[in-house]
DNA sequence: TTTTATGCATAAGAAATTTATGTATGTTTG
DNA sequence: CAAACATACATAAATTTCTTATGCATAAAA
């Protein structure tokens, strides 16, 4: 992660969304495909990503499949159940994180 | 900053954002407006604003006058002119990065 | 008289990054 | 054909930003 400045805690979110859509993906197909979504503005990057992804597998909410392709190793990551669980949570806290920063820099005037 | 998890890095942008309409605010101020703004959806602790203060302070966005009252001591702090300017700026940021994380989240297939 | 509110501050530790490397294979380009 | 770029993973050191835990001080409320 880097170029437009990203608030930090947003990671984690990003990839389990990207893999609530995906099934599965490994890392660099992450990088690029969090690149072309934002025509560039976000570039993740791999000191961020890869220990990023090891945590999300400690956690017990990605699980792993490797696989040889063009003679090159790819580390698959799929949602486990619980990754599913969390990431509609995740998902939900972004939301009202969202509001809230909204609430805060475009306050209603309180009637009366 | 505790209980609805805050986003790393947007704490600054708030402080901000509340100075460029108060002209001046003290550091306990500023967690009682922010509780009061967002319904209790987020609670400055000291230990974050008042770090982040001083170093706002370091790098020339804000300036102190200190002004006893009630025979208690407080630090009020204001926009500099350089201060100002960065607001602007960390408010296109936070702009760019809900806008970011939107476009991430709900996707626009592409047509053709 | 103990808790709560007001008001500031710092220090230790944790979490999430950035920046800098390192390894390896494959393709493009000058 | 050598150098640069793309693909693919990984880690380590340093930095930023926060949480948690204290500490000091005044004043009001319970």
Redesign the interface.
Known sequence: MSN???????LST?IL??LSKEDKMYGYEITQR?KE??KG??KITEGALYPALHKLEADGLLEVEMQKVDNRLRKYYKLTQKGTTETVSK?E??E???E??????N?KPSLG
């Open positions: 437009s400045k990203l608030y930090k805690g947003s990003i969304k990207l969090v979504l934002t503005e976000l998902l806290e972004l009202r994180f969202m809230t920063m909204n609430g805060l820099m306050p």
